[in-house]
C-alpha cells in the first residue's frame, strides 16, 4: 500500500455500528459489549486498551470473526460479517486476517517453517509455492534460514516471531495480536513491538493490538479506550519524532525431524 496517500483517501477497512455482545450465564444476562461503534482505516495500528473485563477481547473476537454480536453491524473490507455461515468466516480469517495471541500456540511436533505453513495449507495453496512464502515470512520478521528449528529450541521472543511470520504468511489485510508481549519479559517484549511496528510502516498491514499496558499505546497511532463494554475514549496517540528513540522505543526499554511436516 502506498504510504504516501492522505489519511482520508483510505478505505475504511472496519467498520462497526452499535455491536453489542450479550452472555447468559445461569440466570444473569452479562452485557459484554454495549453498542460500540468503531472505524479502522487500511494502514493504521491501533491500539485498544482496557482493564480487564472491559470487553476488549470480546471486541478482538468479533473483528477476528470468532463470534457473531447480538445486535449492530460488522463490515469488514465492505462485507457484512454479521450473518455469514461458520464457514463463510472461516475463509475470512485464512485469507483477510492474522491472529497473534498471548500464548505462541506453535505445534511442539512441527518444525518452525511447518507451523507457519499451517495457514497455507488449510487455504490450499499446493505445497510446491509454500517454501517460498513461508520463507519469506520468516525472513520479514528476522528468522531467516531457522526454519529447521523446533518451537523449544527458541526463545520466547523467537517464538513469538514465528507467531507472526504464521499471521503474516497469507499477506492479510489485518493482523489482531492479543496481548501479544504478555509472555515475555520488557526486552523481548520491546523487541515485538518494535516488529510489528516496522510491519506496519513497511507493508502498510493494520494492526489492531489489544492490551491492559499503557506502554504499548507509544507504538500505535491511535489509541482507543474501552470500559464496561463501551468506548470512552479515542485519540490519536503523539510522537514527538519518528526517530527509533521517540517512536520504536518511546519508553527507553533496554536494547538489545521423526514428525510428519507440513513443507
Same mark, same amino acid.
Given at each position: 500500500?502506498?504510504?504516501?496517500?492522505?489519511?482520508?483517501?483510505?478505505?475504511?477497512?472496519?467498520?462497526?455500528?452499535?455491536?453489542?455482545?450479550?452472555?447468559?450465564?445461569?440466570? %444473569?444476562?452479562?452485557?459484554?459489549?454495549?453498542?460500540?461503534?468503531?472505524?479502522?482505516?487500511?494502514?493504521?495500528?491501533?491500539?485498544?486498551?482496557?482493564?480487564?473485563?472491559?470487553?476488549?477481547?470480546?471486541?478482538?473476537?468479533?473483528?477476528?470473526?470468532?463470534?457473531?454480536?447480538?445486535?449492530?453491524?460488522?463490515?469488514?473490507?465492505?462485507?457484512?460479517?454479521? %450473518?455469514?455461515?461458520?464457514?463463510?468466516?472461516?475463509?475470512?480469517?485464512?485469507?483477510?486476517?492474522?491472529?497473534?495471541?498471548?500464548?505462541?500456540?506453535?505445534?511442539?511436533?512441527?518444525?518452525?517453517?511447518?507451523?507457519?505453513?499451517?495457514?497455507?495449507?488449510?487455504?490450499?495453496?499446493?505445497?510446491?509455492?509454500?517454501?517460498?512464502?513461508?520463507?519469506?515470512?520468516?525472513?520479514?520478521?528476522?528468522?531467516?534460514?531457522?526454519?529447521?528449528?523446533?518451537?523449544?529450541?527458541?526463545?520466547?521472543?523467537?517464538?513469538?516471531?514465528?507467531?507472526?511470520?504464521?499471521?503474516?504468511?497469507?499477506?492479510?489485510?489485518?493482523?489482531?495480536?492479543?496481548?501479544?508481549?504478555?509472555?515475555?519479559?520488557?526486552?523481548?517484549?520491546?523487541?515485538?513491538?518494535?516488529?510489528?511496528?516496522?510491519?506496519?510502516?513497511?507493508?502498510?498491514?493494520?494492526?489492531?493490538?489489544?492490551?491492559?499496558?499503557?506502554?504499548?499505546?507509544?507504538?500505535?497511532?491511535?489509541?482507543?479506550?474501552?470500559?464496561?463494554?463501551?468506548? %470512552?475514549?479515542?485519540?490519536?496517540?503523539?510522537?514527538?519524532?519518528?526517530?527509533?528513540?521517540?517512536?520504536?522505543?518511546?519508553?527507553?526499554?533496554?536494547?538489545?525431524?521423526?514428525?510428519?511436516?507440513?513443507?
Amino acid at each position: 500500500m502506498d504510504r504516501t496517500v492522505h489519511e482520508e483517501q483510505k478505505l475504511n477497512l472496519i467498520e462497526m455500528k452499535g455491536i453489542r455482545r450479550d452472555y447468559s450465564c445461569g440466570s %444473569n444476562l452479562i452485557n459484554a459489549l454495549k453498542g460500540i461503534d468503531l472505524t479502522i482505516a487500511q494502514g493504521e495500528f491501533v491500539a485498544i486498551m482496557g482493564p480487564s473485563g472491559s470487553g476488549k477481547s470480546t471486541l478482538l473476537n468479533i473483528m477476528g470473526c470468532l463470534d457473531s454480536p447480538t445486535a449492530g453491524t460488522y463490515h469488514l473490507k465492505g462485507k457484512n460479517i454479521s %450473518n455469514l455461515s461458520r464457514k463463510e468466516k472461516a475463509l475470512i480469517r485464512n485469507k483477510a486476517i492474522g491472529f497473534v495471541f498471548q500464548a505462541y500456540n506453535l505445534l511442539p511436533e512441527l518444525n518452525i517453517a511447518s507451523n507457519v505453513a499451517l495457514p497455507l495449507k488449510y487455504g490450499g495453496v499446493p505445497k510446491s509455492k509454500r517454501q517460498a512464502l513461508v520463507n519469506e515470512a520468516l525472513a520479514s520478521v528476522g528468522l531467516e534460514g531457522m526454519g529447521y528449528r523446533y518451537p523449544d529450541q527458541l526463545s520466547g521472543g523467537q517464538q513469538q516471531r514465528v507467531a507472526i511470520a504464521r499471521a503474516l504468511v497469507n499477506k492479510p489485510d489485518i493482523i489482531l495480536a492479543d496481548e501479544p508481549t504478555g509472555n515475555l519479559d520488557s526486552v523481548s517484549g520491546q523487541s515485538i513491538m518494535e516488529e510489528l511496528r516496522r510491519l506496519n510502516l513497511a507493508t502498510g498491514t493494520t494492526i489492531v493490538v489489544i492490551t491492559h499496558d499503557s506502554r504499548i499505546a507509544g507504538y500505535a497511532d491511535r489509541l482507543v479506550r474501552l470500559a464496561d463494554g463501551r468506548i %470512552n475514549d479515542d485519540m490519536r496517540v503523539k510522537k514527538a519524532s519518528q526517530t527509533k528513540s521517540t517512536l520504536i522505543n518511546p519508553f527507553g526499554w533496554p536494547e538489545e525431524g521423526e514428525n510428519e511436516e507440513i513443507l
